[in-house]
């Protein structure tokens, strides 16, 4: 099938472009013309392809790629562009090949009948399934526009927090990087050469060198053996991580972490209520929006609460009842549910909560950067200024001898 763009006069003498898919130009004519419109002009809609020498990127899709590609489509769909045209369309616009291509599969799905939500579930990778349930109670409530939007402004703020919090780490990177230098390189070339002219001085040497001589020799004997520890422990880590009790129980250290805790706890709540405010808005049914919103919140504490609400409002319960009794969720939440279950404006209140917790989170990330990088840079210099001691206290004591 070949798409063709087509400018007709309407029985009402109005003038209307569009598009129809037919195997050949004649074809496409008899269509329009079945529809009782005279085509004025026509030709074949030009398609990018990787055969026609596409030189788009190719590779992993990144989220900015996936939230531009819901907000292209949102905006086209405002526009009033039939959806297929809206695939078409943000499929050429794209400057990931990847997702393109994956754009073109969905358009031909769409062409051939699928909705939009389910010709991109199709790629679970690239659109998670609260994506496409959005998508699909949008279509199935007409507003597939706006949802779509809510859909992009919320991927927007993620990709928005991963770049700040990114940002915010670099320095203190570049710092704990620069520091663990000056440690291997002071261990590892610095002190075992100074140790022999420390030998030749006996056994009295101050206590802060013989802590450094011996941990020094301790790190060259056993390099080898302490990497392969390391490496096991991290593998280990990643394998009881990665079962479902040892997932629970490491959620729950980080959000009890000093300092940590509190900022994750609050960007981990904004999430859940953005997504859950956006679920709602879109249509889709209460019991799945709670289910949903808690494997998009990213934390297995929240996904297990969330599951727990779920299961007590298809019991009957009010859904701020059932978040209070879960004990994860604060009361921000619960008291800002409570009213939107009041008001019949749930989503309104739960993204007001999202926004009022998104602005103590950046507070939360500026006090934490401030407070990081000054605490590795006086861990480094104590470190370094405990070297200098235990190198220059034998050579200071060498003098007294001496004279």
């Known amino acids: 099938m070949t798409t063709y763009f087509y400018t007709a006069l309407e029985p009402s003498g109005r003038r209307k472009t569009g598009y129809v898919d037919a195997a050949t130009r004649e074809a496409a004519i008899a269509l329009i013309a079945k529809e009782g419109r005279h085509v004025l002009e026509i030709k074949e809609e030009a398609r990018r392809t990787r055969a026609e020498g596409d030189t788009r990127k190719r590779g992993k899709v990144s989220k900015s790629d996936v939230a531009l590609f819901t907000r292209r489509m949102a905006d086209l769909a405002a526009a009033g562009l039939p959806l297929d045209r809206v695939l078409q369309v943000v499929a050429e616009q794209s400057e990931s090949g990847t997702l393109a291509e994956v754009s073109e599969q969905a358009l031909d799905d769409v062409r051939s009948g699928l909705p939009v939500s389910d010709a ?16 699909k109670a949008g279509e199935a409530s007409g507003q597939f526009a706006d949802v779509a939007g809510r859909l992009a402004d919320f991927q927007e703020k993620e990709v928005a927090r991963r770049s ?14 620069t520091a663990v230098f000056v440690v291997v390189f002071l261990l590892t070339f ?22 450094l001589l011996d941990g020094t020799a301790f790190l060259t004997q056993n390099g080898i053996l302490i ?13 009881w991580s990665a079962a479902p009790a040892g997932a629970i129980a490491k959620d729950r250290a980080i959000l009890k972490l000093p300092i940590v805790g509190p900022v994750v706890m609050k960007a981990t709540v904004s999430r859940f209520a953005r997504v859950l ?10 019991l799945d929006a709670l289910r949903l919103a808690g494997l998009a919140s990213g934390n297995r ?12 409002v298809r019991e009957g319960r009010p ?26 404006d749930l989503p309104k209140m739960l993204g007001r ?22 605490v590795i840079v006086l861990s480094m210099g104590v470190f370094v200024g405990f070297v200098v001691l235990s190198v220059l206290l034998p050579i200071f004591q060498a003098q007294q001898l001496v004279k």
């Open 120 to 135: 991109l579930a199709k790629h679970p990778k690239l659109f998670a399934p609260v994506y496409t349930q959005t998508l």
């Open 164 to 177: 700040q919090v990114i940002s915010a780490m670099i320095y203190p990177g570049v710092l704990t990087l």
């Open 190 to 211: 610095v002190v075992p050469r100074l140790s022999g002219v420390f030998k030749d001085l006996g056994d009295d040497l101050p206590l802060t060198t013989r802590m």
């Open 227 to 239: 990497l392969i520890v390391l490496a096991g422990a991290v593998i280990g880590f990643r394998a």
């Open 277 to 286: 405010g956006t679920l709602v808005y879109g249509g889709v049914p209460i």
């Open 301 to 312: 504490v929240f996904q297990v609460s969330a599951e727990q609400v779920e299961s007590e």
């Open 319 to 344: 859904i701020a009842e059932a978040m209070r009794d879960a004990g994860s969720f604060p009361p921000v939440l619960t008291h800002m549910v409570a009213i939107g279950e009041q008001t019949g």
């Open 353 to 374: 909560v999202s926004d009022s917790l998104d602005f103590e989170v950046d507070n939360g990330m500026r006090r934490l950067t401030a407070l990081v990088e000054p």
